[in-house]
């Protein structure tokens, strides 16, 4: 850590340490690597030649162990025939930015330091921050921000100094899913592509490093939507993440649900039924979109679609009245209208929210058809008219085939401009019997925008393009006007699969699974949309979130696309839609959870999936 840019341990919201910097002998190690050994942890490797007549090797290597909690430990390794006596220094600084100052890229100067315990102390009027030293050092210079020690190191041998960061008067920080009951099932992949092996072990490993629990009823967990600039509850991503993890188990899900429900806004007026969220960038060619809105759309969804993956009829009862709120807040909303506009006086009608909405209305009406409860024809009749009236209102007749809109301005004028919000028009939702819900493109439309999200345009290589590199304001490193986000990939795969359009679903898998392999299979939030070729790689962004919770439960998705598991738990039944071409050759997935039990399928190289293991009961679909 450097001090520079956005590096540094944050807690809070806030950056308590921005600057670690070790010299030995008067002197910074050459780094020879770097690299994550897990979602919370970092390994940074250097070397230096200690002794004068060592010749060109190095002789002592400095090994830096860097947790999320706060914690490093910085170990010398003496590889000299003779005893060494090595002074060390560790600089340390911190300016105790706000999260939202530094990621605007505001530079704040480092506050004065003072001695403090073992260690060093900041503060300023909104913060403080502490760094203690175990063993405590030999010298503290408040002045210079430094930390010195005197070590012997005999040949061969070692000595280490732990560093702790933390808030003064503030505890340890705890990872949560290593302290808690797993909310999901030790799920395996095997099979000719051992990527995707990988891909699911890292993905998982990052959504338990994610895992927070409600502090009023501990025993619901959610995920964190990110680290280090989402560390707290994000509505959408949390739920959209909970429902891509639906095959390793419905207790995320529920936990995730009954955190929201409890945010949901009440009373009888215009916002009655909301669950509160941030605005959020929505790229160059429309304002901030509301995640509340997207939240309160996907709360009925993902209980709809929990309760096909196995969740108890009891908790969907507890949590229908919750589900209810939203899809009545949705009718309210849209009022005598056919669209669900956005909550801000002028703002767009977004195609994304349309297609979040209509999947709201028929899993919604689905869901109170199954408990008994009235609405559903309602639901249905709107969807229909959405359906109807946004086949002709949000398409746009081109030379090319025509496209879908990004939105309609408020005067009525298409948004032209193509990005992978489009994606979500494919995303339609699970009903009954392994069916899909209908979507607002007609068989035209859906099949020339697969051919758009397969084409050069939007397809880097490496996954799908946030907006199509020919749109007017692309920029590989956008967060939503050209960066490759791995959820939505995720989410245009399964969509593109379902619909039988498997060369463009294929073409997007592979690409993912090879920006995985760059990775070290855990995946970021997001990475530049650079075009790919031969023996390059994907470009990081210096601000996306690693882990990242919907980019990790994306890591669940795409398996579980290539099999196409379609449960109906109430049903006891499950229905396979494969991908029939087989692109990754046998996949064999092991220990999901379907209707309570054990689940496990293989596809074989000639696309056919076999059931190996399912509940007592269980039924194959048609």
């Not at 959610?222 to 680290?227: K, P, S, T």
Request: net charge neutral; proline share 8%.
């Amino acid at each position: 850590m450097t001090g520079q840019g956005l590096e540094g341990f944050y807690r809070a919201g806030r950056r308590l340490l921005s600057r670690c910097q070790v010299r030995v002998a008067g002197r910074e190690p050459q780094a020879v690597q770097a690299r994550m050994t897990a979602a919370d942890r970092a390994r940074f490797v250097g070397t230096l030649r200690a002794s004068p007549h060592s010749g060109p090797d190095p002789d002592l290597v400095i090994e830096r162990i860097r947790h999320a909690d706060g914690t490093e430990r910085i170990t010398l390794h003496s590889a000299a025939l003779r005893p060494l006596r090595v002074p060390i220094e560790v600089a340390l600084g911190t300016d105790l930015a706000e999260l939202g100052v530094i990621a605007s890229g505001a530079a704040l100067p480092e506050l004065p330091a003072s001695v403090y315990d073992s260690g060093l102390r900041w503060s300023c009027a909104t913060g403080n921050s502490l760094v203690t030293a175990d063993p405590p050092p030999a010298d503290a210079l408040a002045s210079a921000g430094l930390l010195r020690w005197e070590f012997e190191l005999p040949p061969g041998g070692s000595r280490s100094v732990e560093l702790r960061v933390r808030q003064d008067g503030a505890g340890p920080v705890r990872a949560v899913g290593r302290a808690a009951t797993s909310p999901f099932v030790a799920a395996q992949a095997s099979g000719d592509d051992p990527r995707v092996q990988s891909l699911l072990r890292t993905s998982v490993e990052d959504l338990h490093a994610l895992l927070l629990r409600d502090p009023a009823h501990p025993s619901d967990m959610h995920l964190a939507a990110g680290a280090p600039w989402r560390c707290g509850l994000a509505p959408a991503d949390a739920l959209g993440a909970a429902r891509m993890t639906l095959p390793l188990g419905t207790r995320l899900a529920a936990g995730t649900l009954r955190t929201l429900a409890h945010t949901q806004l009440p009373g009888t007026g215009p916002q009655s039924g909301l669950i509160p969220g941030p605005r959020r960038d929505a790229g160059t060619h429309l304002p901030p979109g509301c995640t509340g809105t997207e939240a309160t759309l996907l709360f009925p969804v993902l209980l709809a679609e929990a309760r096909r993956w196995g969740l108890p009829e009891a908790e969907t009862e507890e949590l229908l009245p919750a589900a209810e709120l939203c899809l009545t807040w949705l009718r309210t909303t849209v009022g005598d209208g056919t669209y669900l506009c956005d909550p801000h006086p002028g703002g767009p009608v977004r195609c994304e929210t349309q297609a979040h909405a209509h999947r709201a209305a028929l899993l919604g009406a689905d869901l109170l058809d199954a408990c008994g409860r009235p609405g559903g024809a309602e639901l249905r009749q709107w969807a229909q008219a959405l359906r109807t009236a946004f086949r002709e209102d949000f398409w746009i007749d081109d030379l090319g085939g025509g496209r879908p809109a990004a939105a309609r301005a408020p005067d009525g004028a298409p948004v032209p401009h193509l990005g992978a919000a489009a994606a979500h028009l494919l995303d339609t939702g699970l009903l009954g019997g392994g069916e899909l819900a209908p979507g607002l493109l007609d068989k035209v439309q859906t099949e020339q925008l697969a051919r758009l999200l397969g084409g050069p345009a939007m397809d880097s290589g490496w996954g799908l393009r946030g907006l199509g590199a020919k749109e007017a304001g692309y920029n590989p490193f956008g967060h939503r006007s050209g960066a490759v986000r791995v959820h939505e990939t995720a989410i245009a795969v399964a969509g593109l699969a379902a619909a039988g359009y498997e060369k463009d679903a294929t073409s997007l898998l592979k690409g993912t699974l090879a920006a995985a392999e760059t990775f070290g299979y855990r995946l970021p939030e997001m990475y530049a949309g650079e075009q790919r070729t031969d023996g390059s790689a994907p470009l990081p962004h210096p601000a996306a979130c690693r882990p990242a919770a919907t980019a990790a439960a994306a890591g669940v998705l795409l398996p579980v696309a290539l099999a196409g598991i379609r449960p109906d738990a109430p049903a006891r039944t499950v229905t396979l839609r494969p991908v029939h071409s087989a692109p990754l050759g046998e996949t064999v997935l092991t220990g999901l959870r379907v209707a309570g039990a054990p689940f496990s399928v293989r596809v074989s190289r000639l696309g056919l999936a076999m059931v190996e293991e399912a509940a007592d009961g269980l039924q194959l679909g048609v």
